[in-house]
């Protein structure tokens, strides 16, 4: 059974950071994509960054580039996002999610993810 658990939310103040955690088990994730996704209230779910397990390819939506970095840790089975210059938009709360034969624009698309974690609350103070 595929597990995701996030970690490493909390609040901080505009322009600062947080990395957030996400440690996945009960198979092995070699042909996953792994993504962050985050809501805020009121609002759809949305893509921020995702990796292809096998090519470490990136991709991020366009209000986080060149701000946030999502990396993944074969040894310890985690991925992980740096987020910098924080910015009171960026209030949500944040999943981790995988999915298998993600390809194409599908990988933007919360749908296309077959597990997600319980989420992470990530506030910024302005």
């Known amino acids: 059974q595929v597990q995701l658990v996030e970690s490493g939310g909390g609040l901080v103040q505009a322009g600062g950071s947080l990395r957030l955690s996400c440690a996945a088990s009960?198979?092995?994730?070699?042909?996953?994509?792994m993504g962050w996704f985050r809501q805020a209230p009121g609002k759809e779910r949305e893509f921020v960054a995702a990796?292809?397990?096998?090519?470490?390819?990136?991709y991020y939506a366009d209000s986080v580039k060149g701000r946030f970095t999502i990396s993944r840790d074969n040894a310890k089975n985690t991925v992980y996002l740096e987020m910098s210059s924080l910015k009171p938009e960026d209030t949500a709360v944040y999943y981790c999610?995988?999915?298998?034969?993600?390809?194409?624009?599908?990988?933007?698309?919360?749908?296309?993810?077959?597990?997600w974690g319980q989420g992470t609350q990530v506030t910024v103070s302005s």
């Open positions: 999610a995988a999915g298998q034969r993600i390809f194409g624009d599908s990988i933007y698309t919360p749908s296309a993810y077959n597990y």
């Open positions: 990796v292809r397990w096998s090519t470490s390819n990136t």
């Open positions: 009960g198979r092995t994730f070699f042909s996953y994509v």
